[in-house]
Each structure stands twice: as C-alpha cells, then as structure tokens.
C-alpha cells in the first residue's frame, strides 16, 4: 500500500503517423494491435484526433491474454503448476506537479498544428491493481491551459466504481474561451460544420452505468462563424434548407452569443446527441432576424422540422448558463419584432462576465 506518491512534472509527445496511427501504439508488451491497424488504415482519411484517440483507447480496453515469458521451465516439468503473477498493489493518491503534452499532425490531410496542451495540475486517487483492491471510486481530476493564453483552460474529472458488478463512471468536463478554430484537428471530421471562427466555454456532465450513458452539456459561443461542409448538409436536411439553417445560426451570432443546452444518452459504443432542436431554433431565430420575405418558407420548413421533434423537454442548464440563455433569448425576440434597431453590446455583458467569471473561479478552486 502506498499512501501518497508525487511527480513533479511529466512530458508526454503523441504524433499521428502518415498511417493515421499513434507513436505510442506499442507502449505496452504483449498487446495485438491488429485489428486497430487494419481500422486506422481503412479510416486515415475521415477521422480526426477524437475518433482516433477514441477508437485506441476501445482497443486497448479490450481483454488480451498475458503472454508467457520466454524462460525454460522444462526442469519443473511434472510439478504442481502455480498461478501467473500478477501485481497487487494500491495507491490512495497521486499527485502531479506539471504535465506537458505536445500533439504533432503527420498525415497528409492534416488540419494544421494543435496548440501544446499544459496540465497545471493532475490527481488520482484510490488507485489500484488489480482493480478490486479498490476500497473507493478512483478518481481523476486535471486543470489545464492550450497555448499561451491564461484565459483559456479546461477541467476535467472522472470517478470510476468497478465494485459493483456493473461498474458506473461519471465524467465532469468544464472548457473556458477555448478557440475552435485552432483547434480544428481534435473534431475535423466529428462535428457536422466548418466552423470559421469563435470560442466556446462549455459545461458537460455525463453518467456510465454498463453500457448506457446519460448526461447533459450546456454550451456557450461566441463570436461564432461556421461554414457548411461540401455534401454534408447539416442534421441531414435538403440542401438549401441546411445553407439556409447555416446562414442563420451566422445571422443570430452576429448580434449574440448563442446559448444551447441538450441531452446526452444511448450506450457508451453509440451516444446520442440530442442538439439538433436547440440549434435550429438558433437557426430560425436568425432569419427572423434578418427578415427577409424569400426567407419565409425556409423559416416555415424549419419550423415543421423542429415540431417533427417533439415537444420541447424542459432542460436543467448547468450553472450560470440559464441566465444569459433567457437574456440572450430576450434580446433575440426584440430584434424580431424589431422594438430595438440594434443591440448594445453592455446589454449582455454583465451576465455573460459573471458566467466566465464563475468558470474561471472554479478552475482556479481546482488548482488550490
């Protein structure tokens, strides 16, 4: 049993070979990457960072057996044979100083540099092999910065609880002003926009139980820009009424930042995310905005999608994302009915300077 270990700073570099496959594939002996070879080879051309991380880690997670060392036994042949060895020891809490992680894009089509990514601080605790020496959920909580910019960070915490016989995992993300664009290579391929420009500050909370997961994000962009991607027309829509839905999420975030929240669930394998509502409301509010008269029927047909939906569940908004999302909405319906000829911006700035104060504020509590 080790109480406490420390280390006070760590590097880690992870390179996407011209393969699409990671520099660290072989970080551990007796592992049959097989499979995730032949998949890296079939998809080097549509994935992007998340998926290839994620596709890694599924094949890494799946069950292998031990391979026997290549000693001679032959003099113990006929004796009674003795179980493998296996390490058994458990640590209540680790603690990092600094962590620097580099990201280096080596493919052909890649969407350019990532910013290096610095965990300020990193903690495990309840940490143990094998697993069931775990007399607590193990725990992981890191604080961190992209790039040179002290305004963008990120806060991530995990809980993992394999006592049970099905094991349940909580995940806890919190993203601050971090600059979409430079990060283009991590959700290339994932997210159905181009996006052009913008910071998002973002609130996710999510359950594993088994296989199902449930969560929910609550999502704040600003100065947002996006672009539609060529022959893949947003949520599935015909294509001019995606051009048209893209033209208007640009409209409304012209003049505002866009708030959305939304729910997460379906299995681990398959999350489902359930965006589409909360965006195309963004999208329609825009065009009436912009209030054109050809933009009519694409403002009708928008809303017949919506309502195809279903009716709108009422969502918790995490923290202080309810606040500005009800002012934003606010000020959205006065520029439709045209009662204000333009928005001023201190209108906003209070809420949306309270809300990114209270992220930054927990951060920092993290860090302390």
């Known amino acids: 049993m080790f109480n406490a270990v ?74 009674r044979s003795l179980p493998g060895f296996l390490p058994s020891f458990a640590v209540e809490r680790i603690e990092v100083g600094r962590v620097h992680v580099s990201l280096k894009d080596s493919t052909e089509a890649a969407a350019g540099g990532l910013p290096p990514i610095t965990v300020l601080e ?58 979409l664009p430079q990060l283009a290579s991590l959700y290339d391929t994932t997210l159905p926009l181009e996006i052009l420009s913008g910071t ?44 048209r839905s893209v033209e208007g999420l640009n409209r409304y975030a012209e003049d505002l930042p866009i708030v959305v929240g939304f729910l997460i669930n379906g299995t681990s394998a398959s999350p489902q995310f359930h965006w589409e509502r909360p965006l195309l409301e963004i999208a329609r509010q825009g065009l009436l905005m912009e209030g054109r008269r050809e933009l009519q029927e694409t403002i009708d047909r928008l809303g017949l999608r919506i309502d195809a939906l279903g009716p709108a569940e009422e969502f918790p908004f995490l923290d202080g994302y309810a606040q500005l999302q009800q002012r934003a909405d606010e000020t959205a319906r006065a520029l439709i009915e045209g009662t204000v000829e333009e928005l001023a911006p201190e209108e906003l700035s209070d809420p949306l300077k309270t809300l990114l104060e209270q992220l930054l504020r927990s951060q920092q509590g993290q860090e302390n």
Request: charged share 30%; net charge negative.
């Open 122 to 179: 990193l903690e495990l605790s309840n940490l143990a092999v094998p697993a069931d020496l775990n007399r607590e959920p193990v725990g992981v909580s890191l604080t961190g910065q992209l790039g040179d910019d002290p305004s963008s960070g990120f806060r991530i915490a995990a809980s993992f609880d394999h006592r049970e016989e099905t094991p349940q995992r909580r995940y806890e993300l919190e993203l601050t002003k971090l600059d």
């Open 200 to 243: 998002v500050t973002l609130t996710a909370r999510l359950t594993a139980h088994g296989e199902n997961v449930a969560g929910e994000v609550s999502l704040l962009l600003e100065a947002f820009r996006c672009a539609e991607k060529p022959g893949k027309p947003l949520f599935g829509l015909p294509p001019e009424l995606s051009r």
């Open 6 to 79: 420390r280390i006070d700073e760590a590097t880690l570099h992870v390179e996407r070979e011209p393969d699409c496959t990671l520099n660290v594939d072989d970080f551990t002996s007796g592992w049959n990457a097989e499979g995730y070879l032949q998949w890296a080879a079939q998809h080097a051309d549509d994935v992007d960072w998340l998926g290839l991380l994620r596709r890694f880690l599924d094949y890494l997670a799946q069950p292998r057996p031990r391979q026997p060392k290549p000693e001679d036994l032959s003099r113990y042949r006929g004796g």
